[in-house]
């Protein structure tokens, strides 16, 4: 059995600002890419790593991190889509004919723990399809379309998704060519599986897995490298 991981890194970061996309700015002078590859490189569970990038960032990423910072098992390093879902695909097509399994990682989680990635491919093994999860204990509101309005939304039995996200791979790659054939967009690829009927196995994520998107999320990751990475 071989693990892959996939890392999605190929948004353009336009909600944080910048010039370039968030993943290659540097957090606490280290790229966040740089970062969250660095996890996987040295996971013992992982023997591959696929890096998805926005189309024509392939050489900088090679050259700036990939080399850089001696991610030796980033081997295939390949443009991505529009969207999320169509970078994973982009990743997918790229897998070595060796992989049996794919964990697919967001670059926007720097602090993923090589525990958590353990976890989730131990429950993905058993099960074929595990994400790492958090219990929502935010009170909930829903605003109506005219903004009037407010509902509280029953938040028992409500989890945040994470990634990490496992899966066996031919799993994965039935449920994006299925919904690429039905025109549905998820926000992550766990939906796409579920779309298929096929349970998947929640793992209890981690707090300190935090996902960078704002301006305001870079400060606090700069603030948590600072006091030490968690978990590590
Ligand atoms: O945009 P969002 O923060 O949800 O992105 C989550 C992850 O997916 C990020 O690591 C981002 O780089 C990646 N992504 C991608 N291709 C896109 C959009 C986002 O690989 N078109």
């Known amino acids: ?33 740089a970062r969250t590859l660095a996890v996987f490189q040295s996971s013992d569970d992982i023997d591959a790593i696929v890096v998805v990038v926005p189309a024509g960032e392939e050489t900088s990423c090679r050259d700036e991190i990939v080399a850089r910072y001696g991610v030796s098992k980033a081997t295939r390093i390949v443009a991505g889509g529009a969207s999320r879902q169509a970078s994973v695909a982009a990743g997918l097509r790229a897998l070595g004919a060796d992989a049996s399994i794919v964990v ?43 903004g ?18 496992a899966f066996r791979r031919d799993l994965i790659v039935e449920a994006c060519a299925r919904a690429a054939a039905d025109g549905f967009l998820g926000t992550d ?25 704002r301006a305001g999320d870079l ?14």
């Open 148 to 165: 009037r309005g407010l509902a509280t939304v029953e938040r028992e039995g409500l989890w945040a998704a994470q990634t990490p996200q």
């Open 1 to 33: 059995m071989s693990v892959t991981a996939l890392i999605p890194a190929a948004g353009r970061g336009t909600r944080i600002g910048g010039a370039r996309p968030k993943q290659f700015l540097p957090l606490a002078g280290v790229p966040m890419l």
């Open 104 to 146: 697919i990682h967001d670059a926007a989680r720097p602090f993923v723990t090589a525990g958590l990635i353990r976890r989730v491919l131990a429950a993905a093994e058993s099960s074929g399809a595990a994400i790492a999860a958090l219990p929502v204990v935010d009170t909930l509101k829903r605003r109506s379309p005219d």
């Open 189 to 213: 690829d766990a939906s796409l599986v579920e779309r298929l009927g096929h349970p998947v196995t929640l793992v209890e994520g981690d707090p300190s897995n935090l996902k960078i998107t």
């Open 219 to 232: 400060r606090v990751a700069e603030d948590v490298v600072a006091v030490g990475e968690p978990g590590r």
